[in-house]
């Protein structure tokens, strides 16, 4: 079956370290996203990729990072620089990014990061 | 600013009663308009989508929503629910526009309970 796997599902942290999550399509979508999930915050933009290597920051990108160097791969780095990490991590794919697309956006299960 | 507002953040109503979950946008251009739903844990499931043509659009678990242009927005509705409905719902919202400006703006969701 077609979609978006997010490991871990459950990630713990301690403060100063730094973590990666996965996120593999097999959708053969050329974009690809990050939002973190707060309560009641509703979806922010971490950072976005329409191409393989080539990526832009969201709204949030301070303290975190990212790669894009296979289609089928967009991991997130949650560096020590992030102040807050404590969060519901989604990822996401799209067809495309171009004007006429619908970005309708597919979204994997999610990780949550818990800082100790 | 590009903005989606959900003006409910909670929703309770019993089982087999009618809901409407509100959502308006802001936007000059022309848009493409989604709903989706988030169960506990999970990521977001798409339950439809409005790209162009009839402004009722129907999707999964007999959920519609109606575009209204000249009040900019799209709500949601149903007309029996089911305790199964019980999630947190999002509407986002895509100008038609190429680039970051084309992204998702998405709402910061809705919480429908629904009781027995």
């Known amino acids: 079956d077609g979609g978006i796997t997010q490991s871990p599902k459950y990630l713990f942290r301690k403060e100063g370290q730094n973590v990666t999550l996965s996120c593999e399509q097999n959708l053969n979508h050329d974009a690809m996203y990050w939002y973190r999930q707060d309560p009641g915050q509703g979806l922010r933009l971490i950072y976005y990729s329409q191409i393989v290597n080539d990526f832009q920051k969201g709204d949030i990108a301070e303290g975190y990072s990212v790669s894009r160097e296979k289609k089928e791969s967009f991991p997130l780095t949650v560096t020590s620089a992030q102040k807050n990490p404590t969060a519901f991590y989604l990822c996401?794919?799209?067809?495309?990014?171009?004007?006429?697309?619908?970005?309708?956006?597919?979204f994997g299960p999610g990780t949550r990061l818990t800082v100790l | 600013a590009q903005s989606v507002t959900q003006l409910d953040s909670q929703v309770p109503v019993f089982e087999e009663a009618p809901v409407e979950l509100r959502c308006n946008y802001s936007s000059s251009v022309s848009v493409y308009l989604f709903w989706y739903v988030q169960y506990p844990n999970q990521g977001l499931q798409l339950l439809l989508k409005?790209?162009?043509?009839?402004?009722l659009v129907k999707g999964i678990n007999g959920f519609e929503a109606e575009f209204n242009k000249s009040q900019t927005s799209f709500h949601l509705r149903k007309p029996s629910v089911h305790i199964s409905d019980t999630a947190e719902y999002f509407c986002?919202?895509?100008?038609?526009?190429?680039?970051?400006?084309?992204?998702?703006?998405f709402g910061k969701g809705t919480k429908l309970s629904v009781k027995p």
């Open positions: 986002a919202v895509r100008r038609n526009y190429g680039g970051s400006q084309g992204n998702l703006i």
């Open positions: 996401a794919s799209s067809i495309g990014a171009g004007r006429g697309a619908s970005r309708e956006q597919f």
């Open positions: 409005y790209l162009s043509g009839s402004t």
